[in-house]
């Protein structure tokens, strides 16, 4: 199964920016499209981002758009998250996972890696 290991969050001020990565471990995550999810505390865990097995089409939530960016290094199989103008309401933790369709909002594996903490302060 592939495992993914998501790393880059950190504590940020209101403004700032964090570049997250996903990296799979186990097999790929090639042939899929996938997408960056977040769970905030005291709430279910949400769509961010998702990305074409190709890394040529992008979409996202409403929330971020204009603000955080979606991308993909096949050779590296690694998904990425750039945030920039983070505001106090991104704090969550940021998880990856394959969504079963390009445009999907829902994870495609039931298991979820450990994900990455993002706390934004104001």
């Known amino acids: 199964q592939v495992q993914p290991v998501e790393s880059g969050g950190g504590l940020v001020q209101a403004g700032g920016s964090l570049r997250l990565s996903c990296a799979a471990s186990?097999?790929?995550?090639?042939?899929?499209?996938m997408g960056w999810f977040r769970q905030a505390p005291g709430k279910e865990r949400e769509f961010v981002a998702g990305?074409?097995?190709?890394?040529?089409?992008?979409y996202y939530t409403d929330s971020v758009k204009g603000r955080f960016t979606i991308s993909r290094d096949t050779a590296k199989n690694t998904v990425y998250l750039q945030m920039n103008s983070l505001k106090p309401e991104d704090t969550a933790v940021y998880y990856c996972?394959?969504?079963?369709?390009?445009?999907?909002?829902?994870?495609?594996?039931?298991?979820w890696g450990q994900g990455t903490q993002v706390t934004v302060s104001s």
């Open positions: 996972n394959a969504v079963p369709w390009y445009g999907s909002r829902s994870p495609y594996y039931a298991y």
């Open positions: 186990g097999r790929t995550f090639s042939g899929r499209a």
């Open positions: 990305i074409s097995w190709s890394g040529d089409s992008t």
